[in-house]
């Protein structure tokens, strides 16, 4: 099956500061979502990308899937402490729609 | 997105038990659903995809016998931990696929605790 990597596996930054995660995945993938876990709390979906090279924002996040499509990265830009929490790529399969998870990237935003 | 519902959010069990989780997508039908175990500072794995009206598929190293699952309609699915034992202790969630093209819409998740 496929299997996703995610680095780093802990990152602490101070509030203003910007905070990246990625994926690698060693075989081409269908798509990647990015999935946000806040402490206690159950995975929230964020974003997909499908298409080579896709580039996408959600306020202060960016998110892209590589050329290749064996790998993606989650951007924040000036964090906030609102943004606490682990962050999962997860890869699809297509067709059966089931998730790869990746290890996760938990956030710390020190104030 | 969808709305899915999970219970109980919480359950404390003793060894050699079984513990039912219900998982209801609230606002549309799901013919099928994802059964994920996570364990503290760890990843969700993916357990067994549930499918209404017929055997669920599980995945590679998850017991089919200890864990049942029952997707007997289109908005509730159930998964059965037998004969509990403080190893299964974990966070179980459930997903339903979204109306879209890959998306996932997750429960709110049941902590089970094995004494």
């Known amino acids: 099956g496929q299997q996703v990597m995610q680095i780093p596996q802990y990152q602490h930054v101070q509030e203003g500061e910007d905070f990246t995660t990625y994926c690698n995945s060693s075989t081409t993938l269908s798509n990647i979502q990015w999935y946000k876990q806040r402490p206690g709390g159950h995975p929230v979906f964020l974003i997909q990308l499908v298409k080579s090279g896709e580039v996408k924002k959600q306020k202060r996040l960016t998110f892209q899937f590589g050329e290749a499509k064996k790998n993606s990265s989650l951007h924040i830009t000036a964090t906030q402490t609102t943004d606490v929490g682990t962050y999962f790529c997860a890869a699809g399969d297509g067709s059966a729609r089931q998730l790869t998870f990746g290890s996760g990237t938990q956030l710390t935003v020190l104030p | 997105g969808a709305v899915v519902s999970q219970h109980p959010s919480r359950v404390i069990c003793k060894s050699g038990t079984s513990v039912k989780i219900e998982c209801r997508s609230l606002d549309f039908q799901a013919t099928t659903m994802f059964w994920y175990r996570q364990f503290p500072k760890q990843s969700l794995m993916l357990m067994a995809t549930?499918?209404?009206?017929?055997?669920?598929?599980?995945e590679q190293g998850v017991e089919k016998d200890k864990f049942l699952i029952n997707h007997a309609s289109l908005t509730l699915s159930t998964l059965t931990v037998t004969s509990a034992h403080p190893e299964d202790s974990s966070f179980y969630i459930c997903?339903?696929?979204?109306?879209?093209?890959?998306?996932?819409?997750f429960g709110p998740g049941t902590r089970l605790t094995v004494t």
């Open positions: 549930s499918n209404e009206g017929s055997k669920a598929t599980y």
């Open positions: 997903s339903v696929p979204g109306q879209g093209a890959y998306e996932q819409y």
